[in-house]
């Protein structure tokens, strides 16, 4: 006979993986393919985490940074591979991203990463991280879980991030919607050149979502009729494509992430205004 509880479960297990909560976690906390990556500062998973959680860093996820590369790019498979199976990440993990410290864009940047691998359909974030563990009851430790290497296979996809030409050959059409994710300023171009952004402003058409609207102030993402609005505000209809855009491709991430979780087609441009902005053949726009 099947309890209350488990069919509650398996129904969830049907859902969208892309948000798990406190309570879910709590309760397959003990799953023996279950794995933890913590997205924070190192002082502070050092000082609290929940146990059995992995620290997750940028270098861990991102290309060698050169003069040739913006300040973040997409590792090799073989490269993200094996730092995944070092996490102890097997074809068969179920893996729970969450953040301390408000690292959400460092936290969705990773999920963006994951599923670029192939891994988003057994890949979650936490929503609001280790402080809404926390809230619920949830325990920490300071204990650092043994090395446990997996075996991994990843399938990277091609419907993810997207270049510079992409984003080009779409600034009219009517079915794409670019968003900006930087604050208001940056959008305006209100703040002077610099060397790795020489015209300010922001790509031509473009709405603005700034990437902290994605969040509400408990910490949790909008829910998602709220993040429909939010995109519906900037002109994003549904079947609409939305291209995400930052600096140089991480706060785009949470707009790519709730724009994903609203039902979506959404890419990002990972080379993003740092790119653009040095790329004379492109226009940039800049309100007077």
């Keep these: 006979m099947i309890t209350a509880l488990a069919l509650a479960l398996a129904l969830q297990g049907t859902q969208d993986p892309m948000l798990v909560s406190a309570q879910w976690l709590a309760q397959h906390a003990r799953d023996p393919n279950l794995v933890l990556l913590h997205v924070g500062p190192p002082a502070g998973y050092d000082s609290a985490h929940i146990a059995g959680a992995r620290l997750l860093g940028f270098a861990d996820i991102a290309a060698p940074?050169?003069?040739?590369?913006?300040?973040?790019?997409?590792?090799?498979?073989?490269?993200?591979?094996?730092?995944?199976?070092?996490?102890?990440?097997?074809?068969?993990?179920?893996?729970?991203?969450?953040?301390?410290?408000?690292?959400?864009?460092p936290a969705s940047r990773a999920y963006l990463t994951l599923y670029w691998a192939g891994l988003g359909a057994r890949t979650s974030i936490l929503d609001g991280g280790i402080a809404a563990w926390r809230r619920n009851g949830g325990a920490v430790t300071r204990d650092v879980p043994a090395a446990r290497r997996g075996s991994l296979t990843i399938r990277p996809r091609s419907d993810v991030v997207v270049t510079a030409d992409y984003v080009a050959a779409r600034l009219t059409d009517p079915r794409t919607a670019i968003v900006d994710a930087r604050n208001e300023r940056f959008y305006l171009g209100n703040y002077p050149s610099r060397p790795e952004e020489p015209r300010p402003g922001h790509l031509p058409g473009a709405f603005n979502i700034p990437?902290?609207?994605?969040?509400?102030?408990?910490?949790?993402?909008?829910?998602?009729?709220?993040?429909?609005?939010?995109?519906?505000?900037?002109?994003?209809?549904?079947?609409?494509?939305?291209?995400?855009?930052?600096?140089?491709?991480?706060?785009?991430?949470?707009v790519w992430f709730g724009a994903k979780l609203a039902g979506y087609d959404v890419r990002l441009y990972d080379g993003s205004f740092t790119q653009w902005s040095g790329l004379l053949q492109y226009p940039v726009e800049r309100p007077q």
């Design 65 to 105: 940074r050169d003069s040739t590369r913006p300040a973040l790019e997409l590792p090799t498979p073989a490269q993200l591979d094996s730092m995944l199976e070092l996490k102890g990440i097997s074809d068969d993990s179920r893996i729970v991203i969450y953040q301390s410290d408000e690292w959400f864009t």
């Design 211 to 254: 990437f902290p609207s994605i969040v509400g102030d408990s910490g949790l993402v909008l829910s998602r009729d709220a993040l429909r609005n939010l995109f519906a505000a900037a002109h994003a209809e549904p079947g609409d494509q939305i291209i995400a855009y930052c600096h140089i491709g991480q706060q785009a991430t949470l």
